[in-house]
């Protein structure tokens, strides 16, 4: 990494602007809970706002996939060392987390779905096209698969169903296709590469757009890689297991897939009697908000609490 992207990584950290974080401490009555579990940690960016805000005696648990995050985060956090913990592992076993660490329920619990500005500007991780970089996307850099053994080994039927599916791309038969006639004569290797090819694969017209055609082909690819949405299924259900009566779980997510998710989940599990939904339309980022940080444009908050 060369040092002006570190310096720019460094700055990202220090400005870092948690998406809907005022309207998160009030939903989640942050200031009256004992134990807190932030399921996405990345920059620690919520939890600072957490321990300005919740009880002298609490506790949070911080858990990313994402070592380097983990890092950044406990810089952050430092003032409050005796009242967190941090782990380096997937929500979707926040039950085993939390049973390792002897605690048997929590108090409030918080997912925030989106990629960090960190991961997003660090070039070498592969989750953006604004700068060229490998084709990675794992949040975990021990996983084993990453974007580029997809781009260049699934066939084009699967590829489509990827781009289809968890990006819900209109073009994807002819993305997929482009890709695999470029593969027939080179790998492709990086994230400018690809984001090329998409651009060459859609029509003009809808270059016209605001959004990147390559946005929702990362997108795709990102979910698949880190098997997102399965993740957010089954890390949703073991949370409200997990919750205290009276406690309160909140996400924010950054697209409808997840967002649907959500929302099926915490319908279900209020017509069962276990959770109340406390807003029954997503909260958005206001005026105020988009005007200092226009990444929470596409935010959205859904907040439930145990009965």
């Known amino acids: 990494m060369s040092c002006t992207e570190a310096k720019t990584i460094e700055m990202t950290e220090i400005f870092h602007y948690p998406v809907l974080y005022r309207e998160v401490l009030d939903l ?19 939890a600072l706002k957490f321990f300005e805000t919740m009880p ?93 053994d997809l781009v260049n080994n699934l066939s084009e039927t699967e590829l489509e169903n990827i781009f289809r599916k968890f990006g819900e791309e209109r073009y994807s038969k002819n993305i997929a296709r482009k890709i695999v006639e470029k593969r027939k004569q080179t790998p492709i290797t990086t994230t400018t590469e690809l984001a090329g090819l998409v651009t060459k694969a859609v029509p003009l017209s809808s270059l016209k757009h605001y959004i990147h055609p390559a ?9 698949a890689v880190n098997c997102e949405l399965e993740a957010l299924k089954n890390g949703l259900r073991k949370a409200i297991g997990l919750l205290n009566k009276n406690g309160r779980i909140g996400v924010i997510s950054f697209h409808s897939l997840e967002d649907r998710i959500v929302k099926e989940t915490f319908k279900e599990y209020s017509k ?11 909260v958005i980022a206001g005026d105020s908000e988009l005007n200092e940080n226009m990444a929470s444009r596409s935010a959205k908050l859904r907040v439930a609490e145990k009965i």
Not at 28 to 46: A, E, F, N, Y
Not at 215 to 223: G, M, N, S, V, Y
Not at 276 to 282: A, C, G, L, R, V
């Open 28 to 46: 989640l009555d942050i200031k009256h809970k004992k134990i807190i579990v932030d399921c996405t940690l990345g920059l620690g960016s919520h």
């Open 56 to 148: 002298k005696n609490s506790f949070l648990v911080g858990i990313d996939k994402d070592k380097e995050a983990l890092n950044e985060a406990d810089k952050k956090l430092k003032l409050f060392e005796d009242r967190y913990t941090l782990i380096q592992g997937d929500f979707s076993n926040i039950d085993t987390i939390l049973r390792n660490l002897q605690i048997a329920a929590a108090d409030a619990i918080f997912f925030d779905l989106g990629v960090s500005m960190y991961q997003l500007r660090n070039s070498e991780r592969g989750f953006s096209f604004a700068k060229e970089g490998p084709l990675d996307m794992r949040m975990d850099k021990d996983s084993f698969l990453n974007a580029y």
């Open 215 to 223: 946005t929702r082909i990362f997108q795709a690819l990102r979910i």
């Open 272 to 282: 069962r009697g276990v959770l109340n939904i406390i807003n029954k339309k997503p």
